[in-house]
């Protein structure tokens, strides 16, 4: 059957309904007078309709609409008074429709509410659109209420007013398939429907829901959201909250936001992605991997409520600080080594022996020994040379023993007199400072993050191996300096043992000749001694055989046998709190205790004079009083370093502070 015959029969039906003579008045009165009775004593009709004709109004051209409402206007000016024109307004819907009023008593419907009853009112519905456009008789959605009379044309929910746009004579077609979104029940072709969609603005882009693709902008389209495909289903509201996944920037409600989720790969569906009893949010908030089973969290982490004055601030519960003990290690774990060479005159017999065992034993042997060292190779002279400077950098530090080797192998003696300025030259090596005209400042180092003449690591034990068979001018030998250089500074012996104390060197001497006094003054003062005090000093023929693995063993005794004081200090590893310092949420870190190795004593900061290899343990306070807790969690990372003589990095622990949120974690 036809939509136009469908519709015919529908008009008759009404008419039939609302005609006059279609029902007996004595069987649908509203009084009982005259009826029969039921064993009740009532007659029990129940009144359906009142027709014109039950109610004895005139209906001309029965339509159910008394001619006494109608009147004589002629709008559609087609010659007919309202009272005897069965379609008033001429738009093709018959005012018998257009009424929607059963009794011929009440009002006819106004169904835009503009003061102008459907019959008369060529745009019935408001929509924009005049009725005769929408079809007449047309009834898109089969509701049995024509398009005219129809404020939700393809019956998805949606008023047409929000559907058809500001035009109506080019109503929106969102998804470009030549039907506009007033006749589509999925505007946007996402699988949803425009009814379960809504007219909501939920990312506030100034689209819709039923018109957007991506409704919650969250990068993951409506149509990969809404679950099955059938446009007839809701949308599935995964965490249950009331906010179906396309509308839910975190649909699995776990802390994270479904775009960051899929660019991480973990699923926005599931608050365990990889199955491992561990949350996503807590695997991101570690830096393990959400979607490996195998990637668990084995760290340190600290949960921190907003505690201000013994009180949590979300529930007024009582709080304070948290207090955990951490253990750490106190083994040299980075040492850089400079070589630093007599080539005076008086080393004519020796250096060639030297500078070729350096090369070929004691430079890859130490290398061997410590996994993350450096060397490095200097030159110091006397005061008499033309040109004097007192030391070149023959090569900066660096992890490339090859490098060291070719230096070492290049070396020479230049004559000259027969005292030394190694002090001096240690002085000008970590300072960088500059010796008059001939050695100018260095500071480029700094720009690469290391500090002195050839580049020593921030963090890494510095170690001086001095060669030399001659007494130093101002050292404890009391050799004087008899030179002075214009625009430079000579330093005194304090001054030299100062700066290598500040930079926490160690000094190691080799001598073949006169240089012992000095040499064991030096390594004394510097702390680089055994644990039984004896001086890290070698003493070797002049013609320089002595150089052996021994000298490589005192290395590897600077990593197990020399004393140190260890303190810690704190450093920011930003995770997600941008703009807040993560240390500050340690209060202290508090020597507690030992275990193997050996101690001297300890204070509130300070562990002193550790064996190094000593376990030990710190008492770390925690307290949050400044960062409030939100809906979701926030994550803060601090690192926490041992160092040996305020220098060494001895050990490390990483440490995560969580400010709980809304969301549950379950990180380990």
């Known amino acids: 059957m036809s939509g136009g015959a469908w519709k015919t029969i529908a008009w008759v039906a009404v008419w039939a309904v609302l005609g006059a003579g279609c029902t007996n008045p004595a069987e649908d009165d509203t009084t009982d007078a005259g009826d029969a009775r039921d064993g009740d004593g009532s007659d029990g009709d129940v009144v359906v309709v009142t027709t014109c004709a039950e109610a004895r109004l005139p209906d001309a051209d029965r339509d159910g609409i008394s001619d006494e409402t109608e009147g004589d206007g002629d709008p559609d000016g087609d010659g007919l008074p309202n009272r005897e024109d069965p379609d008033s307004d001429g738009d093709g819907i018959p005012d018998a429709v257009e009424s929607q009023q059963p009794d011929c008593r009440m009002s006819p419907q106004d169904l835009d509410g503009d003061g102008v009853p459907n019959y008369l009112d060529t745009d019935a519905d408001g929509n924009g659109i005049p009725d005769r456009v929408e079809g007449g008789e047309m009834d898109f959605d089969g509701d049995t209420a024509p398009d005219g009379l129809d404020m939700d044309d393809d019956g998805d929910g949606l008023r047409d007013l929000d559907e058809i746009g500001p035009d109506p004579a080019a109503p929106i077609d969102t998804d470009g398939d030549g039907v506009p979104d007033c006749h589509e029940f999925d505007s946007d072709g996402d699988n949803i429907a425009d009814g379960h969609e809504g007219t909501t603005d939920y990312d506030r882009d100034g689209i819709p829901s039923f018109r957007d693709p991506d409704s919650d902008n969250d990068g993951i389209p409506d149509i990969e959201e809404e679950g099955d495909g059938d446009v007839a289903t809701r949308p599935p509201d995964t965490d249950g909250d009331g906010a179906a996944d396309p509308y839910d920037t975190d649909a699995d409600d776990d802390g994270l936001e479904d775009g960051y989720e899929r660019s991480i790969g973990s699923d926005p569906r599931l608050q365990d992605t990889d199955g491992d009893g561990f949350t996503d949010l807590g695997e991101d908030l570690v830096g393990t991997d959400p979607t490996d089973g195998t990637s668990v969290f084995t760290g340190f982490y600290v949960i921190l409520p907003h505690c201000v004055d013994g009180v949590r601030v979300v529930d007024g519960t009582s709080c304070g600080p948290e207090l955990r003990e951490l253990e750490f290690g106190s083994a040299i774990q980075m040492a850089d080594v400079m070589f630093m060479i007599d080539s005076t005159g008086s080393m004519s017999e020796e250096i060639d022996t030297i500078t070729a065992r350096l090369a070929d034993t004691i430079a890859p042997g130490i290398a061997a020994e410590i996994p993350d060292v450096w060397l490095g190779v200097t030159e110091f002279r006397d005061e008499c040379d033309d040109g004097y400077v007192p030391m070149r950098v023959r090569q900066e530090m660096t992890p490339d023993v090859g490098r060291v080797q070719t230096a070492l192998r290049a070396f020479t003696d230049g004559g000259g007199c027969g005292y030394t300025t190694i002090l001096e030259g240690m002085y000008q090596l970590f300072t960088g400072e500059g010796f008059g005209a001939e050695l100018p400042p260095h500071m480029g180092c700094a720009d690469f993050g290391y500090y002195g003449y050839p580049c020593f690591r921030y963090g890494a034990l510095p170690i001086v191996m001095g060669f030399s068979d001659a007494e130093a001018r101002g050292g404890p030998a009391g050799i004087t300096w008899t030179e002075t250089f214009p625009g430079a500074r000579i330093h005194t012996y304090r001054q030299v043992i100062d ?170």
Do not use: C
Not at 547 to 565: E, R
Not at 591 to 619: H, K, R
């Open 499 to 668: 700066v290598l104390l500040d930079n926490g060197a160690r000094f190691i001497g080799v001598d073949s000749g006169d240089a012992h006094t000095d040499f064991r003054a030096i390594s004394i003062d510097t702390g680089t001694v055994r644990a039984d005090g004896t001086p890290l000093l070698f003493e070797i023929p002049s013609s320089g055989t002595g150089i052996d693995s021994s000298i490589v063993d005192a290395v590897v005794d600077l990593a197990h046998q020399v004393l140190m004081d260890v303190d810690t200090f704190r450093e920011e590893r930003p995770v997600i709190g941008d703009g807040i310092d993560a240390t500050a949420f340690i209060r202290s870190v508090v020597p507690v205790s030992w275990a193997g190795g050996g101690v001297e004593g300890q204070d509130e900061t300070t562990f002193y004079g550790v064996l190094p290899g000593t376990l030990l343990t710190f008492e770390v306070t925690f307290l949050n009083d400044f960062v409030p807790e939100g809906e979701r969690p926030q994550a803060f990372r601090a690192k926490i370093v041992v160092r040996g003589n305020g220098v060494a990095r001895l050990d490390e622990r990483d440490v995560l502070i969580i400010v709980p949120g809304d969301r549950s974690i379950v990180i380990g």
